[in-house]
């Protein structure tokens, strides 16, 4: 059977779509953060719509699995196969068209998303979503696990950058809606559905995109404070007398902490502050620098910022985000760490600090708190570290409670257990315990009516 | 000790710089702008001797357009005390800018100017010295390191195959290299006090200096492209596209 499968594969694919060597499969098993390791038969990798369908109408007859993989930096082991056929996407990746006056650009599901900016880009437009994984994340996998990163706030997540779908459906029939439309109200909203849905309800094959004005003078600020509530007071303020945030990502001491000693980056202040907000600002004309600088400098005065820096060319800018981008690099060598990506309301941020660090240290004593993230948008990355000189094996037993702790504030306080990794894997006992069950049984009626043999990444969102 | 630091507005290192389609020049339409990384190291190095008690005052000066005052903002945000600058149209040629700065140099009379090894967008490499050559005054080039002590300076230079020392008695020329040092982030409150701190605005022209160029470009073209490359995650996959290839 395993020869006349391959063989059938290759008849339709050629030898680049069908990989069998383990040492070209193997990075594709691995997830980013090593916590997840994958195993498959083998890995396709079509490089044309009717070549997904293909494969996805052949398993469906023949009852096989498949999980879809972009760029392989989900967080969630949402791609990471476990005996299913890995069903990567990354040879579709063309741009099929760019449309600057109708502010659309349509790209296939394997194009990396740096590509996607800087084909915009030379176009004079922007594709606003910017995250740490652009260099490698694919808009099949951004938009399945309806990605957010840095410019939420101002942009919104994926969902709301995407404005057509074409997606291979577990029977291999096909929906294509590659619209340029921003009003289009026939009927259910049908690509809703498989934004976010972690693939398993069709195989996303191209998307019709977003793209708007690029900017054309921005600031990129440093800013000292003292607290979380200072922070969330700090942005309203500068957004009211700027109008011009386009990103507001704060990092706690600790993680800055980590930051400067495990990335070799310099601290853009003099001093270490409880926290470090880094605030990007654009707008349209050159005066810019000097109205966030008098709206900065208002602030110090009134002791709402303890201090502040602004990049004074796009170097200093670079390194400020390169802080920022490293934080989970910058964790690694500290160990074993329990992650959370969370939201609350913005209001509610410094409540959910303070309540979660004193959850977790009440499950391990001297834990370390690595906080940083969106807060413009609520969303909170928030690792507890284990302490300095506690094994890995030993923290490993205590991270389901921290997780469990960890969680129940943020429920408490009105939030999401996952913002915007999704999922996946990971998430997938604390999701299926707290969702309520109406909903629970909706998504799956859902899943049973698109994809009733269940082929398409069936050990995600629930089991 | 009374310093001079030359310092010049460029198009900034990290942007990607275009060319224009007519290949007349580069494009510098809406591009961003800043001080020149050389020039920077050699404000920051400025500032550091101030602070060391070693300076007195640290006095900025540039030439170029009127726009080019936000780059001597940056310059008294790091700690410079005042600027100059001295306005153009013109995008003058190393050696007109030296005669600029000749002219600047016997007005202020500086102990020593220290300034940027070359400018990142002519790549030059020659001011320092033709105003060394102009002034009739000792130049230590490619500063890696710089010891003022009792009316000279102490300088490290990096040269082919290692490191040199020089000693040179002030008044000097000092060019800057990238390994001097790690300028400063300016904080907001000296962002702020700059704003207050004087800058001198006089038309280049006064000099009496001839600023017209005397070299043509006659075409400015895009290096070949490279084609794509590819990241491979593993040897074994490196071996692979290395057969692939027929390299091996
Ligand atoms: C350093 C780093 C920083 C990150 N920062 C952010 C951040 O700021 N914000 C954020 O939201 N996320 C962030 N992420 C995670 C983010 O989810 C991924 O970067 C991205 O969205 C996934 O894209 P990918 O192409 O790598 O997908 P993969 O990891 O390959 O897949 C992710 C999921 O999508 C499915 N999938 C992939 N392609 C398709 C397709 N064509 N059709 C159907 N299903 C598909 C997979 O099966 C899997 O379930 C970060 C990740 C890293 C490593
Ligand atoms: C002068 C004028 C100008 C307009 N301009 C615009 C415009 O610029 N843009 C635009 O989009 N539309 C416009 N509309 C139409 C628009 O659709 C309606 O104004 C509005 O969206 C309907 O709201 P309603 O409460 O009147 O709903 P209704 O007219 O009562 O109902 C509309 C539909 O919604 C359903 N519905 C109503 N309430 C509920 C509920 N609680 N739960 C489930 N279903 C419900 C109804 O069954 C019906 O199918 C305009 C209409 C008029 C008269």
Redesign the interface.
């Known amino acids: 059977m395993e020869i006349g499968l391959l063989q059938h594969f290759r008849n339709f694919l050629g030898d680049e779509g069908i990989i069998t ?4 499969i ?2 594709h098993l691995k997830e980013w953060r090593d916590r997840y390791f994958g195993n498959t038969p083998f890995m396709l990798a079509p490089n044309s719509t009717e070549q997904v369908q293909k494969i996805v109408k052949f398993c469906a007859q023949n009852h096989l699995k498949l999980v879809s993989q972009g760029g392989n930096t989900g967080l969630v082991g949402g791609q990471i196969p476990m005996g299913e056929i890995l069903l990567s996407l990354h040879r579709l990746n063309k741009i099929r068209e760019i449309n600057p006056l109708d502010d659309c650009i349509i790209a296939e599901a394997g194009v990396i998303l740096e590509n996607l900016q800087n084909a915009a880009a030379q176009n004079n437009r922007r594709f606003p979503l910017m995250l740490a994984s652009q260099g490698s994340a694919t808009i099949g996998g951004l938009i399945s696990t309806n990605a957010g990163g840095v410019h939420v706030r101002k942009f919104g997540m994926m969902r709301q950058l995407v404005l057509g779908l074409e997606v291979v459906l577990p029977n291999g029939e096909i929906y294509s809606e590659l619209s340029a439309l921003r009003k289009d109200n026939t009927g259910y909203d049908l690509k809703q559905l498989f934004i976010g849905a972690e693939g398993t309800l069709g195989v996303i094959t191209a998307a019709s995109l977003k793209i708007s004005a690029r900017p ?1 003078y921005s600031v990129n ?2 800013l000292g404070l003292e607290n979380a509530q200072m922070a969330v007071e700090c942005l309203h303020a500068l957004e009211e007398q700027t109008a011009a945030i386009t990103a507001f990502e704060i990092m706690n001491k600790q993680a800055l902490q980590f930051g400067i000693k495990n990335l070799g980056a ?1 601290n ?3 001093e270490l502050h409880n926290f470090t907000a880094l605030v990007e600002f654009e707008g349209a004309f050159p005066d810019l620098p000097e109205h966030i ?1 008098d709206a ?2 208002t602030l ?1 005065e009134a002791g709402k910022i303890n ?10 800018a ?1 390194s400020f985000w390169h802080l920022r981008e490293g934080m989970s690099a910058a964790q690694k060598p500290e160990g074993r760490a329990a992650k959370h990506d969370v939201s609350v309301p913005i209001s509610k941020i410094p409540s959910f600090l303070d309540q979660a660090e004193a959850a977790a240290k009440n499950i391990v004593n001297g834990a370390r708190i690595v906080a940083f993230g969106h807060i413009s948008d609520g969303n909170i990355h928030y690792d507890v570290a284990r302490p300095e000189n506690m094994p890995d094996d030993e923290f490993q037993n205590f991270i389901k409670d921290i997780n469990h702790a960890v969680n129940d504030v943020v429920v408490s306080l009105g939030g999401s257990i996952s913002a915007e990794h999704g999922i996946g894997i990971a998430r997938k006992d604390e999701f299926c315990a707290r969702e309520p069950k109406a909903h629970l049984e909706l998504m799956k009626a859902l899943k049973a009516v698109i994809d009733p043999q269940n082929i398409l990444n069936s050990r995600n969102l629930f089991s | 000790m009374k310093i001079l630091v030359p310092v010049k507005r460029v198009i ?4 990607k710089v275009r060319v224009k389609t007519d290949e007349t020049g580069v494009d510098l339409a ?1 591009v ?1 702008m ?2 020149n ?1 050389f020039c ?1 190291i050699a404000v920051e190095e400025a500032v550091r001797l101030k602070e060391k008690g070693i300076a007195t005052e640290v006095v900025a000066v540039s030439i170029g357009v009127t726009p080019a005052q936000e780059t001597l903002r ?1 310059a008294l ?1 790091m700690g410079a005390d005042r600027a100059i600058l001295l306005t153009t149209d013109v995008d003058p040629e190393p050696l007109a800018v030296a005669k600029l700065l000749k002219a600047v140099f016997e007005e202020e009379k500086p102990d020593a100017v220290i300034m940027g090894k070359q400018a990142i967008d002519g790549d030059n490499n020659a001011t320092g010295q033709m105003l060394a050559a102009l002034l009739d005054l000792p130049q230590a080039t490619f500063a890696s390191e710089v010891v003022v002590e009792g009316g000279k300076a102490k300088v490290t230079r990096e040269v082919d195959g290692g490191l040199q020392t020089l000693e040179v008695a002030l008044p000097a020329i000092i060019t800057v290299d990238l390994r001097l040092n ?1 300028p400063r ?5 000296n ?2 006090k700059a704003k207050k701190k004087p800058i001198d605005i006089k038309e280049a022209s006064a000099y009496g200096v001839d600023l017209a160029p005397h070299l043509k470009v006659t075409k400015v073209t895009e290096p070949p492209k490279r084609s794509a490359g590819i990241k491979v ?5 490196l ?2 596209k290395l057969k692939d290839a027929g390299v091996i």
């Open positions: 060597d383990v040492d070209l193997a990075p054309k600020a440093m310099r853009p202040l003099t600088e900065l400098s110090i201090d502040a820096t602004i990049a004074q060319n796009e170097a200093q670079n | 900034d290192y990290n942007v809406n961003k800043s001080m990384p920077e940056t945000a790690e982030f300016a904080s907001l409150p962002i702020m995650e593993s040897v074994g996959e071996v692979a």
